[in-house]
């Protein structure tokens, strides 16, 4: 299944932020996001995920395939680590949890409370809902925050096994992952700020 984005524009508070942007995600395959902060390369993931509208443009090829995660680890406190993905997986229509334990070294953690986990640990625990999803495209925000270099490892061969399998990533990082992937600089695409077309439109 590839994910298709033609000439697409976004914008954050109304004020446009990104335009032009095309590329095709075909299984197997990653893409990273690159651009300094603040031009857009989160709007631009939350829009292809389906999260906001876009300006222009055209998304198409992964309805209802997309499995996002965000700048927030999105846990239930209360619940322990199992009963967080167990939770995820039901939203998911799945049940399994093992792999995604295995994977991000969570299963001496399963029954510890969410809350009282390390920042990285919380970390772990937000990237591992991704292998309960199911779904085969992978949206991702900055996922390496709060990793050390160990858990960074971890992610990045969780993600060559989601390529392996046939699924494809599209992440925004600032940081080398080791991944075979292509790059999209976001730079180019930066949207030129808007005309004042009159004087009173300076004081607006």
């Known amino acids: 299944m590839t994910l298709i984005v033609t000439d697409l524009s976004v914008a954050r508070g109304g004020i446009p932020v990104l335009e032009g942007v095309s590329f095709a995600l075909e299984p197997g395959r990653a893409l990273i996001l690159r651009g300094p902060n603040g031009i857009g390369k989160t709007t631009l993931l939350r829009t ?5 509208p876009p300006l222009k443009g055209r998304i198409a090829g ?3 395939q ?3 995660a965000a ?3 999105g846990l239930k406190p209360t619940l322990t680590v199992a009963e967080n ?3 995820w997986a039901s939203v998911f229509g799945r049940s399994g949890i093992e792999q995604a334990l295995d994977s991000f070294d969570l299963q001496s953690l399963r029954d510890r409370h969410a809350g009282a986990l390390s920042a990285g640990q919380k970390r772990r625990l937000g990237l591992s809902r991704m292998l309960v999803t199911d779904r085969p495209v992978w949206i991702m925000d900055e996922p390496t925050v709060s990793l ?5 490892a971890m992610f990045a061969a969780a993600i060559r096994r989601h390529l392996e399998q ?3 990533a599209l992440i925004a990082t600032h940081i080398d992952l080791g991944l075979e992937a292509e790059v999209l600089d976001t730079g180019p695409h930066k949207a030129k700020p808007p005309e ?5 439109g300076g004081f607006l």
Do not use: K, P, R, W
């Open 48 to 52: 292809v995920a389906g999260l906001q």
């Open 62 to 64: 992964a309805e209802d």
């Open 66 to 68: 997309i499995a996002y």
């Open 71 to 73: 700048h927030s680890d």
């Open 85 to 87: 993905l167990t939770f």
């Open 148 to 152: 050390d270099a160990n858990s960074v």
């Open 166 to 168: 046939g699924g494809s």
């Open 196 to 200: 004042i077309d009159d004087f009173d």
